[in-house]
């Protein structure tokens, strides 16, 4: 990490206008991280608990030791473990929810949120099955987007360590989701009902 | 046609389960206006607790981590001070005594440390005199070995201590610097304090502001203190074990512009702090600096004693009279072969050795 290379926060949240530049700047990405994973329900006090917290600690934030957003997510990782059973939960009703209707083929409404929503039961499913270990570094690596080095920083682990359990949630997740093939956008199994029409599925 | 697959045929992409993932967190929306006020409630909140910022583990108080690694460049006090310090246990399961939040006067019995009472604030030198003075000291002791007991105190119990050895006092960068480090908490207010981890670095001063230094790093991660392992930057111990490793590591004196002895000096001059009294400190005369609003450490009030013949500082305690604050002592040591010793980690009977193979 080089500190003089840090956007915000790097340099210290000890100060509290520091504090309040670097809270501005991560907040909502933190607070979808939790809403993703526990929902909007619980996400609003979660998200206040990690900043609050984060304010109490704010001087046990070292720059040397990994980035701002590595240590918040750290925080964050934290909260959540303990509404394991909440997240479980979340991901068992998304898992049951049917896919969003097909729209008309005048498909220029098709965006990226439709498509997230169609595979949104499988993918829960399929996170459903993960360990928690394996979820954190997965989410962490996926939603908040941080690399190697700095969820091996914020889950307080070796770098090799987050690589390899990174690799092996990748693994799991694929083989979860039933073998779908990004190259073709479909599902290996029947009844999935994600392929195109007149392929794979007979 | 189902969406993934109409999307895909108008030249969506999707490359793998990572981006089916980002696809999935993209559909939440962000924070409402609530959830920012929340938030905004909640931190209020937790600054009208009056707190220091917690420890690198629990919620145990301490200085900034710059703090620690900008008081290396303070040095020394008397050698007797610096010899009754060394008598504090360094075992695992070691209690030293507690100390209740820092007041004016005099303390329990068994509590420790007080604010010394002022006894005088009359013929007060000048900020900048004590600055240039302290400036002349430090230079005089950079070869010894510093010596900083840095202490945590929540709510009238000690709940976490750095004991910091390095030598030099004062890094020099391109010159070798050997660096330990003693840590020991208390994982619940009711708990006894346990020496935690014990690091030892032996390392090459990087250029200035360097996060990184190359040399040999030893951990001993010390078992039954209810912490699941031991780690010094990237590396991991698990308890009841030591490693040894080769290689980059945290450098654990960042920003060695703020570690010249001019920096506290300059702090002092450039009116960051005021002269405020004269005391005694551990039998000695001291003079009492208070750090003005526009100073470095947060919150305030932040005491500093100098020793007022040596001009050596003695003691700085951030957030006194604060339900959480931390004090450090400095201490400054001959490099004799018993003192140097104690830079050596040392390894306890029965540990094994854990860590990168080859090492």
């Given at each position: 990490v080089d500190r003089r290379a840090s956007a915000t926060g790097d340099l210290g949240i000890a100060d509290p206008a520091e504090f309040e530049a670097a809270f501005r700047e991560h907040f909502a990405p933190v607070y979808r991280f939790i809403c993703r994973r526990v929902g909007a329900a619980l996400a609003e006090d979660l998200a206040a608990e990690v900043f609050a917290t984060a304010y109490r600690?704010?001087?046990?934030?070292?720059s040397g030791r990994g980035s701002l957003r590595s240590w918040l997510y750290g925080i964050a990782v934290n909260v959540v473990r303990n509404h394991w059973r909440a997240e479980q939960h979340l991901l068992a009703l998304d898992a049951q929810l049917l896919p969003v209707a097909d729209l008309a083929d005048g498909a220029d409404e098709i965006d990226r949120r439709l498509v997230a929503a169609s595979l949104a039961p499988r993918l829960a499913a399929a996170l459903q099955m993960l360990t928690r270990e394996q979820r954190e570094v997965l989410l962490l690596y996926a939603w908040a987007e941080l690399s190697h080095e700095e969820i091996a920083a914020a889950l307080k682990i070796a770098p090799g360590t987050a690589r390899s359990r990174l690799s092996r949630a990748r693994a799991l997740l694929r083989e979860q989701l039933g073998h779908f093939d990004f190259g073709r956008w479909t599902f290996d199994e029947p009844g999935i009902g994600l392929a195109p029409e007149g392929r794979d599925h007979g | 046609m189902n969406q993934a697959s109409a999307w895909h045929q108008k030249g969506g992409t999707m490359a793998d389960e990572i981006e089916l993932l980002r696809l999935f967190r993209d559909e939440m929306p962000g924070p409402s206006a609530g959830a920012w006020a929340r938030a905004e409630s909640a931190i209020a909140a937790a600054r009208s607790e009056g707190s220091l910022p917690g420890s690198r583990r629990r919620w145990a108080s301490r200085l900034p981590a710059s703090h620690l690694a900008r008081s290396r460049l303070a040095v020394g006090i008397a050698a007797a001070v610096a010899a009754a310090a060394l008598t504090i246990a360094l075992l695992p399961g070691s209690e030293p005594a507690g100390r209740a939040p820092v007041g004016r006067g005099s303390a329990p019995a068994g509590t420790g440390s007080t604010l010394p009472a002022i006894e005088s604030r009359r013929g007060l030198p000048s900020a900048a005199l004590v600055g240039k003075a302290m400036l002349t000291a430090f230079s005089a002791a950079n070869d010894d070995i510093l010596y900083s007991i840095q202490t945590g105190i929540n709510r009238g119990v000690v709940v976490d201590i750095y004991r910091d050895w390095s030598w030099p006092a004062q890094p020099v960068t391109g010159r070798q610097e050997r660096y330990r480090s003693a840590f020991t908490e208390r994982i619940s207010r009711t708990a006894p304090l346990k020496l935690t981890e014990d690091d030892g670095f032996i390392y090459l001063v990087p250029p200035a502001n360097w996060n990184y230094a190359t040399g040999r790093l030893t951990v001993v991660c010390y078992a039954g203190t209810g912490q699941t392992g031991c780690g010094y930057g990237d590396t991991e111990t698990p308890p009841g074990t030591w490693s040894q490793h080769y290689g980059r590591f945290v450098n654990p004196n960042p920003g060695l512009n703020d570690l010249r002895p001019a920096a506290l000096a300059r702090e002092i001059a450039d009116g960051q702090w005021r002269v405020t009294g004269r005391t005694h400190l551990n039998g000695q005369q001291a003079i009492e600096l208070t750090q003005t609003p526009a100073g470095f450490y947060q919150p305030p009030p932040t005491l500093l004693w100098v020793n007022?013949?040596?001009y050596l500082p003695l003691r700085m305690i951030q957030g006194a009279n604060k339900p959480e604050s931390a004090q450090v002592d400095w201490y400054f040591l001959k490099p004799t072969a018993a003192n140097l010793a104690l830079l050596r980690v040392p390894i306890p009977a029965g540990y094994r050795r854990s860590g990168p193979p080859g090492t």
């Open positions: 600690r704010r001087a046990s934030f070292q | 007022a013949h040596t």
